[in-house]
C-alpha cells in the first residue's frame, strides 16, 4: 500500500497553523505535542501509522466551522476521525493534516419517539444510540461489530453495515438526517426527521463518502420497534456447497432472516477454542439463522427453515430454545476475529461482497491462493446479502508476510470483482483499497465520482489520498471536451 | 414540434447527448412520459425517449436481484417478479392516472429518476433504498456507471441514491439493477372507522411504534368510498398465522380509540393499491400537493392546510405524507402549504397543476441558499452545459 506522501510546503507552516487554531478553539482540544499525537497515528487497520501534524477536537459545530475555515484559508488537509476504527485506513493520519476528532461532541440531542427518531452528535456511539432507547423497547438497527466503541459519525461516512443489514439495511437506509459542514465553513443541513430529499439525495452521497465531502456535525437516525422475539438456529453442512444451497433455498422460498451467518472450517475451530459455543468441529460450513418478530411467525419460520436444512443433509441443526442459547449461538461467530487473533500472530481482514450464489467457487479459489501464497485464510461470512470476509492469517514479524498478505487479499478482492461482486461491502475503500478502484471502475466513472467531489471540496482538502487512486485537478475535471461537427446519428429512429 | 428520438442502444443515447452537449442543444429525457407533467415544464426541441433501451437483462430470483433498461414498462417487471412470488417492496405508484395519462405506462427509468414510493416508504424503504446500480449518460455525452449488483456495497460514492429523484437532471439512466423481495404471503387491514384528524395520527403513531410489524399505516378524512365516515387503515403482512395473531393484537392495542374493523385480502389488496395511485384524486383539477414531513406533525399540518384553503386530504406513512387536494389559487397555495410546513421541516411538491402555475410556482421545495448553491455545483459537474430537462426541477 502506498502512503501518501506529506506536502513539505504545509509541514513548513506547522507553527502558524496552530496558532491560528489556537486561536480558535480558547478552551483547549488543540494536542500538537508529539508523545500525544501518537495516540492517533492509526485507525482500524493498525499495519499502517503515520504521525498526525496536529489533532484538534471540537467542542461544538461553531468550532467544527470554524478549523475548517482555517484550514480551509491556510490551505490545509484535513482528515476526520470518529472513534478510529476504521478498518480500511479511512481515518489514517496524514503528516500535512489536521485530524479533526469528533469525539468530544458526544451529546444525544433529541430523542422523538413519536416520530421514531433520535438525533445525536458525531462523536455518540452506535450503541449508545440503543441504549438510550431501549427502555421504551425501541432500538437502533445497524450494528457493526465495533458498536461499543464505533461513532455514529464514522457510521455514516462509511454506512456501515452489521449482521442484520439483509433485514433491515445499511447505515444509510436508516439515515434521515444530518448537519454537515463543507471545507469553506458553511452549514447545512440535509433531511431531518421526514423521509426523502425535496430536491437532490445528497444525504444519499454524504453517507459512504469516507470524510471526502464534509464533517457531518449532527446525526437523524430512525429508531425501530425491538421485535418482540428473536430465535436464531444453528445448521452445520458437511460441505460448503451445501450451505450454499442452504441459503439460496430459504431466500428463494421467501424468507428474510434476520441474520444469515456463514464460517468454514478453520473459522469454526478458532471460534470454538476461543469461546466454546457448542460449534459442531465436523462440519465444513456452519449457518446461524436468526429469525425475529412475533413470536408466532418466528415459530413458523424456524420449522420452515429447519425442513429446509434436513432435506439438504444438514450434519447439525439445533434451534435455540430460549435468550441465553440464541447468545451461545451468537459468542463464536461476534468473537470470530479475536479468536482468529489466538491461532495467528497477525491477521488481515477482507471486505468483499459476491452474489451469494458464488460462494463455493470463490471459496474454493480463495483456497487455491492461500496455497499459493502458502497463508491459511479462515472465512467468516454475511451470507445473506453476499458480503465475505476472509481473515488472511500472517506474522508481521516475518519478512515479507505482510506483503504477501496484502496481495493475496487484493487477489481476493479482484476475485470478488470477477465474480460479479465488488471491492467492498462495508469496510469502505479507504487507504487500504483505493489503488484497486480501477478493477470496479473506468476512468470516465471514476471522473464522474470525483466531479462530486469537486462540487463538495474543489480544493481537495478533506481526507485527500483516500477512495481515488488518481487525482484530478477539478479545473481539469470540469472541462467539457467538445467534439463539434459529428455526423448527427443518422441511424436513430426518430418521430 | 420537437423531434422525438429513440435510441435503440446505450451507445446510440450516448452520440445523441454527445452531440447535444456539443450544441448546447437542451434534450427532454422521458420514458413513456406518464410522469410528465410532474416537475417544471421543459423548454426543449428534442425529446429522448427511452423506449428502446428496455428488456430485462438478469433476474435472478434466489439472488433478490434484477437487471433491466431504463425503458422497460414497469409492468412487465412487476408481471415478471410476480409469477416468482417477489415485487419491489417499496410499491412504485402508478401517478399516470393522477397526472392526465394512461394507467400503467410507467418505465423503470422513470420510476427511479422519480424516486416515487408507495405506502410501504416507512418500514420497506423508497426506490433509492433499493437501487444497487446503474448505467448512464451525463450531460458530458459520457456514459458511465455505479455501484453494482450486489446489496452490500460501499464502493465509492453511491450515485445510485443521487440519481433517485434527481429527474434526469444528472444523467440519462440506460439500465438499472434493483434489489427485489418476497411478497408478503398475506396481506389484511385493520380498520378505525370515524376518528378525527388528531386521533387518527395518535393510532398510527402507536401501531407504528408498536412490535407488531405494520406496513401501512393510511388515513382517509373522507372515508372510503368519499363520503363515509373517516376511515384509518392499518397494514399487517406476513406468514398467515403471524398475521392473524397480530391483526388480533392490533385491535386490542386500538380498541380504546374506535370502532376497530378488518377487511380481507382483496378488500386490502384494493384500498392500498388505491392509496398507493392516490386514487382518490384522479380526475380532479385543482392543485395536488405532495408533503414530506414528521409523521408525528401530519394531522396538524393538514388542519392547518384546510383552515386556510379548505380542500380534500388523504395521510399515508403514518402521518409522514400528506396529499392535499386544493381548490385552485393563482398560486395553487404554496405560501399557506409552505407556511405551515416550515415550523416542522419537510418538503411540499406541487404534483397537479396548471402548466402555467407549475411555470410560476416552485414546484420542489426550494432549498435555503448554501444547498441551492451545492446542489448548482453538483449538478454542473454532471451536466455542465445544462442540456438534460433544464428546469424540470427548477
Redesign the interface.
Known amino acids: 500500500m502506498r502512503m501518501p506522501v506529506p506536502d513539505e510546503t504545509i509541514v513548513a507552516r506547522r507553527d502558524d497553523i496552530i496558532d491560528a487554531l489556537r486561536e480558535a478553539m480558547p478552551g483547549g482540544g488543540l494536542i500538537v505535542d508529539e508523545t500525544e499525537l501518537k495516540a492517533y497515528e492509526c485507525d482500524g487497520l493498525t499495519a499502517y501509522t503515520e504521525l498526525p501534524m496536529i489533532v484538534a477536537l471540537p467542542e461544538d459545530t461553531e468550532q467544527v466551522a470554524a478549523i475548517l475555515r482555517i484550514c480551509h484559508e491556510m490551505g490545509v488537509n484535513v482528515v476526520p476521525r470518529g472513534a478510529g476504527t476504521s478498518l480500511s485506513g479511512g481515518a489514517i493520519p496524514r503528516g500535512d493534516a489536521v485530524t479533526l476528532g469528533l469525539a468530544r461532541l458526544n451529546r444525544i440531542l433529541d430523542i422523538d419517539f413519536d416520530n421514531r427518531a433520535v438525533t445525536a452528535q458525531p462523536g455518540v456511539t452506535n450503541l449508545a444510540i440503543t441504549r438510550a432507547v431501549e427502555d421504551r423497547g425501541f432500538y437502533y438497527a445497524p450494528d457493526p461489530s465495533s458498536q461499543i466503541a464505533c461513532t455514529i459519525g464514522g457510521n455514516v461516512a462509511e454506512n456501515s453495515g452489521g449482521v442484520h443489514c439483509l433485514k433491515y439495511g445499511l447505515t444509510t437506509n436508516n439515515l434521515l438526517g444530518v448537519e454537515m459542514v463543507l471545507m469553506t465553513g458553511e452549514r447545512l443541513r440535509l433531511g431531518g426527521k421526514h423521509l426523502d430529499a425535496g430536491g437532490l439525495d445528497l444525504l444519499g452521497v454524504v453517507c459512504g463518502s469516507e470524510g471526502l465531502l464534509g464533517i457531518v456535525t449532527e446525526v437523524t437516525v430512525r429508531i425501530l420497534r425491538a421485535p418482540e422475539t428473536a430465535r436464531a438456529l444453528l445448521i452445520g453442512f458437511p460441505s460448503t456447497h451445501a450451505a450454499g444451497d442452504c441459503v439460496a433455498r430459504i431466500i428463494g422460498r421467501g424468507i428474510i432472516p434476520a441474520g444469515l451467518e456463514m464460517m468454514d472450517r478453520p473459522a469454526i475451530g478458532a471460534a470454538e477454542a476461543f469461546v466454546k459455543a457448542g460449534y459442531p468441529l465436523d462440519a465444513e460450513a456452519l449457518l446461524i439463522v436468526e429469525l425475529d418478530g412475533p413470536a408466532s411467525e418466528v415459530d413458523e419460520l424456524i420449522e420452515r427453515v429447519s425442513e429446509i436444512a434436513r432435506t439438504l443433509g444438514a450434519s447439525t441443526l439445533r434451534a435455540s430454545r430460549d435468550e441465553a442459547e440464541r447468545q451461545k449461538f451468537w459468542a463464536g461467530r461476534k468473537a470470530a476475529f479475536p479468536a482468529t487473533g489466538m491461532i495467528s500472530p497477525d491477521y488481515y481482514c477482507m471486505d468483499g461482497t459476491i452474489p451469494r450464489r458464488a460462494l463455493p467457487r470463490v471459496l474454493d479459489r480463495i483456497n487455491h491462493l492461500s496455497e499459493r501464497y502458502r497463508l491459511k485464510v479462515a472465512n467468516v461470512f454475511h451470507a445473506g446479502d453476499g458480503n465475505l470476509h476472509p481473515l488472511v492469517l500472517y506474522d508481521a514479524n516475518l519478512p515479507g508476510e505482510l506483503e504477501s498478505a496484502e496481495k493475496f487479499g487484493a487477489d481476493i478482492l479482484r476475485l470478488c470483482v470477477e465474480f460479479g461482486g465488488v471491492l467492498t461491502g462495508e469496510h469502505g475503500v479507504g487507504l487500504e483499497k483505493r489503488d484497486l478502484m480501477e478493477t470496479m471502475f473506468d476512468a470516465v466513472d471514476l471522473e464522474h465520482q470525483q466531479r462530486l467531489k469537486c462540487a463538495f471540496d474543489p480544493d481537495n482538502r478533506l481526507n485527500p489520498g483516500k477512495v481515488f487512486p488518481t487525482l484530478h485537478r477539478c479545473a481539469e475535471l470540469g472541462r467539457v471536451h467538445v467534439k463539434r461537427g459529428e455526423v448527427r446519428f443518422p441511424d436513430l429512429p426518430r418521430f | 414540434m420537437s ?6 442502444t446505450a451507445d ?1 443515447a450516448r ?2 447527448l ?2 447535444a ?3 448546447e442543444k437542451p434534450v427532454d429525457l422521458r420514458g413513456a412520459g406518464s410522469k410528465h407533467r410532474l416537475g417544471h415544464p421543459v423548454a426543449a426541441d428534442i425529446v429522448l425517449e427511452t423506449a ?1 433501451l428496455s428488456g430485462i437483462s438478469l433476474y ?6 434484477l437487471t433491466a433498461g431504463a425503458g422497460t414498462p414497469l409492468a412487465e417487471i412487476v408481471a415478471t417478479l410476480d409469477a416468482h ?2 415485487g419491489l417492496a417499496f410499491e412504485p405508484p402508478d401517478l399516470g392516472p393522477l397526472l392526465g395519462a394512461p394507467p400503467d405506462h410507467a418505465t423503470l427509468g422513470g420510476v427511479v429518476s422519480c ?1 416515487l ?1 408507495g405506502p410501504r ?2 418500514t420497506a ?2 426506490v ?2 433499493h437501487v444497487l446500480g446503474f448505467h448512464a449518460v ?1 450531460g ?1 455525452g ?5 455501484g ?15 440519481v ?3 429527474f434526469g ?2 444523467g440519462l439512466l440506460t439500465r438499472i439493477t434493483v434489489k427485489v ?3 408478503p ?1 398475506r396481506a389484511v387491514t385493520v380498520t378505525l372507522t370515524g376518528l378525527d384528524m388528531d386521533a387518527a395520527g395518535r393510532a398510527m ?1 402507536r401501531a ?6 405494520v406496513s401501512g399505516a393510511a388515513h382517509l378524512p373522507d372515508g372510503d368510498p368519499a363520503g363515509g365516515p373517516p376511515l384509518t387503515a392499518l397494514r399487517l403482512e ?2 398467515p ?2 398475521v392473524a ?2 391483526c388480533q ?1 392490533l385491535g386490542a392495542l386500538l380498541s380504546d380509540l374506535g370502532a376497530v374493523g378488518a377487511l380481507d385480502e382483496a378488500e386490502s389488496a384494493d384500498l392500498w393499491t388505491r392509496l398507493r395511485d392516490v386514487a382518490p384524486f384522479v380526475g380532479g383539477d385543482g392543485p395536488l400537493w405532495r408533503i ?6 401530519g394531522p396538524a399540518v393538514a388542519e392547518a392546510i384546510r383552515a386556510r384553503a379548505g380542500g380534500r386530504f388523504l395521510l399515508d ?1 403514518g402521518g ?2 400528506i396529499w392535499a387536494a386544493l381548490p385552485e389559487a393563482t398560486d395553487a397555495h404554496a405560501a399557506t402549504v409552505r407556511g405551515a410546513l416550515a415550523p416542522h ?5 406541487l404534483v397537479r397543476a396548471s402548466e402555467s402555475q407549475r411555470r410560476a410556482v416552485p414546484v ?2 426550494p ?1 435555503p441558499g ?2 441551492a448553491e ?2 448548482r ?6 451536466d ?2 445544462g442540456i438534460l430537462n433544464p428546469g424540470r ?1 427548477g
Open positions: 423531434e422525438i428520438l429513440r435510441p435503440q446510440q452520440e445523441v454527445a452531440w452537449a456539443a450544441e428502446g435472478e430470483p434466489e439472488e433478490l436481484v412470488g417477489q424516486n414510493a416508504r416507512p424503504g423508497a433509492r433504498d451525463s458530458r459520457e456514459a458511465f456507471k455505479s453494482g449488483r450486489v446489496v452490500k456495497n460501499v464502493t465509492g460514492f453511491d450515485l445510485s441514491k443521487l433517485c429523484g434527481a437532471t444528472l423481495l418476497p411478497k404471503e403513531t407504528l411504534g408498536s412490535p407488531l410489524a406476513g406468514p398465522s403471524s395473531a397480530r393484537g414530506s414531513l414528521p409523521p408525528a406533525a406513512w409522514g405524507l421541516g419537510g418538503h411540499a411538491t420542489f421545495e432549498p448554501p444547498l451545492l446542489t455545483r453538483v449538478r454542473q459537474g454532471f455542465p452545459k426541477m
